[in-house]
């Protein structure tokens, strides 16, 4: 006999059952399978720790609980490591990681049936906390795989409570995968017709720490981090001309204040209408699809021809949306070259992009003084000048050391060396310095091609900085001290690279493979994510509803839903279904006599019945005690010869 059986028959009131092996087991694997995709979106070092922790922690419980004062202990240390990572402030990353951390400990009290209920049901919340950090198809995958385990282990529980042996895995699945297919056109159903909102039904809280990416405000030094991370930012397809890789800057936000150290936006001019511009005849028409960043920023190629609805067009002309974008989303957009790009400037603007703190970077005003006095009016002699000396004498690394309180001149007399930070902020000083209006401009350059789609990826390591000078005539023009450098690193691709023999036919292959993943995440983006208001009513056109407003899709999603659950409750009420196909056969044909009275009694033997209706009713009953003496043939003799047949008279005969 089983363990399952041996531990399960005939509890007493009130006795806890407790666990076979295999029930834990099951139950262990469910939670398992649950807490991965969480921990794939945590900090590496929290996602491994708690994937070290979970199993360590099943595996000391094994035999018996651990004590309470234990438990308690691992509970403080667990909470304690997720403030040391994520800080106090609370947020979706903070929540997430603190149910990582007691899902992790959970198994230390799996003893029993209700221990084993209680860890699948809390375990189930895991995929959703994924959820709302990473929507992409592989959390999705282990997400079904996680409700799909905890369905599994809830029927095994629900049999040992009841004292019987389990199903074979195959039949237990087959179960399950009715009850799935039961429920999955009510879950299309929600997911076409419920009404797409502007604003999400409840507030979800920000996130505790910040995604990599654009901000507000740069300091020299600050996006090492950001230079490592090759996830994409967004994916833009063109339709018509592509831009050259060095004529792809997507612009983000301007940075016009400066104190010394850190660049940032200045409210007071993006209050200012829209700078006026003259485009050249180039035009770039995209669709942009940007990640989730939790940001207002939309990058755009530069400069935007047009205003997406739904964004505000700032006056250094960057594009920002009312709500931060914490989904995929997708734009389409429209830019050109300038030939003239605010060629008036305004007196109060022309003093914030001279401002410079007074105490700061001596060596660096002395070299401005000097420059203009040889260069006199000629504002674009400096500027040319400033980048011929960049070229000759500097070098572009990631490497470089925290920059002291003249940050500029240790980076123009000392080091000569950095990254796209040091080198616009540099540069940005030395124009001011000189008399020349200058501010730096963040986002993104490049971008690679994905041949499986054609359309080109913009990675979160593109981000960049670079200058814009103020010059009589033109207006702003956009100057990249760092590609004088190092142009490579900003115009390079990873294409080029492979199609010049750099990296080898390994590594052909691994970025063939990412691009494939790539292209299956864009098609998941596209299909699911982007499935907004617009598609929603496309796909109603075909049914003849032109437009639908939110209330009557509403209607609409309640009255197909009544539907479909009713069709449920049909298929649920008509009960288990005969497997056997000669005993389905012979039910129907029991029921047809039925419903002329002549029903066949709960004890009544086959023949009996037969010998019963031939008697009220001989013409059709000698057909009957014919048919019932073949059925008992082959029902308790064993003879199986000519069932089809047998099949077929049954269902053909009538009283």
Known sequence: MSALATSAIAPSAGTPVLLDRGSRGWALAAAGLALLPLLMTLPSGLGFGFGLTAPVMAWLAWRRPLPGWLRMLLALAMVMAVLAVMGTRLGRDTGSALLAAMLAIKPTELRTLRDARSLVGFALFAPFAAFLLDQGPLVMAFALAAVLAGLLTLQRLADLEAGIPPPRPRQRLATMGRLVAIGLPLALLAFWLFPRLDTPLWGVPERAIAQLGLSDSMSPGGW???????????????????????????????????????????????????????????????????????????????????????????????????????????????????????????????????????????????????????????????????????????????????????????????TRAGYCEHFSSAFTVLMRAAGIPARVVTGYTGGYRNPFGDYWIIRRMDAHAWVEVWLDGPGWVRVDPTAAVAPERIYDTLERRIGTGGGGLDALRLDRLGDLTDWLRRGWNDLVLGFDANRQQALLRPLGLQRLQPSQLLLLFVATAALALAGMVWLLARGERERDPLLRAWHRLGRRYARLGLGRAPHEPALAWAVRVAAAHPRSGQALLALSRRFAEARYAGRHGGMRRLLDDLARHRP
């Open 224 to 414: 090492l981090d950001l230079m490592a991370d090759d996830t994409p930012a967004m994916r833009a397809k063109f339709q018509g001309p592509v831009p050259r890789p060095e004529q792809m800057y997507w612009r983000g936000p301007v940075l016009l204040d400066y104190d010394g150290r850190t660049w940032t936006r200045s409210r007071w001019l993006e209050s200012l209408p829209p700078a006026r511009t003259e485009p050249g005849a180039i035009r770039w028409r995209y669709e942009l699809e940007v990640e989730a960043t939790d940001r207002r920023d939309l990058p755009a190629l530069d400069l935007p021809l047009v205003v997406p609805e739904g964004t505000q067009q700032l006056h250094g002309l960057s594009l920002v949306t009312p709500r931060p974008l914490s989904a995929p989303s997708r734009w389409q957009l429209q830019s050109a070259p300038p030939t003239r790009f605010e060629p008036q400037l305004r007196e109060l603007v022309r003093q914030r992009a001279l401002a410079l703190p007074p105490d700061r970077d001596p060596r660096t005003h002395a070299l401005a003084r000097q420059w203009r006095q040889d260069a006199g009016t000629d504002d674009q002699a400096i500027v040319d000048r400033a980048l011929g000396w960049i070229r000759s004498d500097f070098a572009y690394t990631l490497d470089t050391p925290l920059p002291g309180r003249h940050a500029v001149d240790e980076f123009l007399f000392e």
